[in-house]
């Protein structure tokens, strides 16, 4: 059975979905703070409301004794369990600290010691880390390989790269097993259209672009116009959800039959502007999208891009369903169902 902390969360619940479809007994662990309890209900999966940091329940999962887990022992941890928002971190960074680091620890040290505890191979951990660790990149850096320096500039992306630190510690000490993801930006929605993107508060960009599109926002605002760019706006690297959950199966299943310790980006190596995103996005809803500039955020680089290649070398991954309008034509597909 693969434990699945943060399941009810984004990227979480269609990993799960997925999960089940190879085949997979999945209980997934989620506070439900930011995770839907109707995606849980959809995916009708076995569920434990609680906290990843918490060590007794931790220890009762992993060993089969909670009643969700059917006396079936945790064979991996699949953890996406963490806080996200940049700006919440640097107004209240000892909530970050607390819950992604403090609590992303407890779960390792009680990973090892069942590990230990059963005398046999050790339970690997699947780690959701973010490209947020490798803060502003210099230009030469681009496209960014895992060997970029890692220079985190809010506390989000500091807990992210601390918990890297951790899991490598304890891979050097206990042996544990274990695969750290580097995302670039997560975009699109099941191809359904009934699982897709929910945070309150709302940040990311395509959202809020269809909010606009739906008529739930007046306009979008670009947050600065002079960056080092084409047209004066920020580049991203867009990889499609399903492309992400698709990751984490083939990096469960390396370390499962080559027990190391690997880190890889997930992205698309392409990117795309603001303006390019929303000209995307007035072609596939067939609405005018009003722009409203404001000046540039603090930290934001000009340009982030993934270079993907170990991970396509060493796992064989590659990104199948991260064109542009495939992520926006999902994306809006469950927009509509979800909030027209």
Not at 10 to 38: A, E, P
Not at 249 to 257: R, S
């Amino acid at each position: 059975m693969i434990l699945v902390t943060g399941g009810a969360g984004y990227i979480g619940s269609h990993t799960v979905r997925l999960l089940m479809d190879k085949g997979y007994d999945v209980v997934v662990l989620d506070n439900l703070v930011h995770g839907q309890k109707d995606f849980i209900e959809r995916l009708n999966v076995p569920f434990i409301q609680g906290e990843a940091g918490d060590g007794n329940l931790i220890s009762t999962i992993l060993k089969g004794s909670h009643k969700e887990c059917c006396s079936k022992e945790i064979e991996a941890v699949i953890h996406f369990a963490a806080y996200a928002y940049v700006g919440e971190s640097v107004k209240d960074p000892a909530k970050y600290y607390k819950n992604n680091v403090t609590g992303s620890l407890s779960l390792l040290i009680e990973v090892c010691n069942e590990s230990k505890r059963r005398n046999s191979a050790p339970i690997p951990i699947i780690f959701s880390s973010t490209c947020a660790t490798y803060g502003i990149p210099e230009s030469i850096d681009i496209p960014i390989t895992e060997k970029c320096i890692q220079k985190p500039i809010n506390p989000y992306g500091r807990s992210k790269y601390m918990i890297e630190q951790i899991i490598h510690d304890f891979s050097v000490a206990y042996s544990l097993p274990s695969v750290i993801f580097r995302y670039f930006n997560a975009a699109g929605a099941h191809p359904s259209g009934d699982l897709g993107e929910h945070h309150d508060p709302e940040t990311h960009l395509i959202p809020l672009i269809l909010d606009a599109a739906l008529g739930r926002k007046e306009n979008i605002e670009i947050f600065g116009c002079d960056y080092e760019t084409k047209d004066g706006t920020c580049i991203r690297d867009y990889i499609h959800v399903q492309d992400l959950a698709s990751a984490h199966i083939m990096g469960l299943e390396l370390v499962k039959k080559k027990t190391g310790n690997y880190t890889f980006n997930l992205g698309t190596g392409t990117g795309y502007s603001v303006l390019q995103i929303i000209e995307e996005i007035e072609k596939v809803t067939g609405e005018n999208i009003k722009v409203k500039y404001t000046n540039r955020r603090i930290g934001d680089p000009s340009v982030l891009i993934a270079d993907c290649s170990k991970a396509r070398n060493v796992m064989g991954w590659k990104p199948e369903m991260s064109d542009l309008k495939k992520i926006i034509d999902d994306a809006w597909k469950w927009h509509k169902i979800r909030f027209k």
